[in-house]
């Protein structure tokens, strides 16, 4: 099964910009579908955006032209690049892989969007 670690959460002013990361273990990553999810306190986790192995990507409504998802598969590594930050974007985010049904989960970074 897949290891997944995120990274790049943290605290930022409405308006700016953060830049997660999730590295993923093994040698078969470029197979894999990934994925951004966030939950927000007393909410659902909802889908953020998506990268299949061909690069196709699928956004959120709410984050449409302010993130971006992309990969790279020499360094097992997936992004999500988030701009414009407003306090509603206030979440653990979680890196989902997924292959063949089956999926598989990282433990979460916080980002908090704050003045």
């Known amino acids: 099964q897949v290891q997944l670690v995120e990274s790049g959460g943290g605290l930022v002013q409405p308006g700016g910009s953060l830049r997660l990361s999730c590295a993923a273990s093994?040698?078969?990553?470029?197979?894999?579908?990934m994925a951004w999810h966030r939950q927000a306190p007393g909410k659902q986790r909802e889908l953020v955006a998506a990268?299949?192995?061909?690069?196709?990507?699928n956004y959120a409504d709410s984050v449409k032209g302010r993130f971006t998802i992309s990969r790279d598969n020499a360094k097992n590594t997936v992004y999500l690049q988030m701009n414009s930050l407003k306090p509603e974007d206030t979440a653990v985010y979680y890196c989902?892989?997924?292959?063949?049904?089956?999926?598989?989960w990282g433990r979460g970074t916080q980002v908090t969007v704050s003045s």
């Open positions: 093994g040698n078969i990553f470029s197979r894999y579908t």
């Open positions: 990268i299949t192995t061909g690069g196709t990507t």
């Open positions: 989902k892989s997924l292959l063949l049904g089956f999926d598989s």
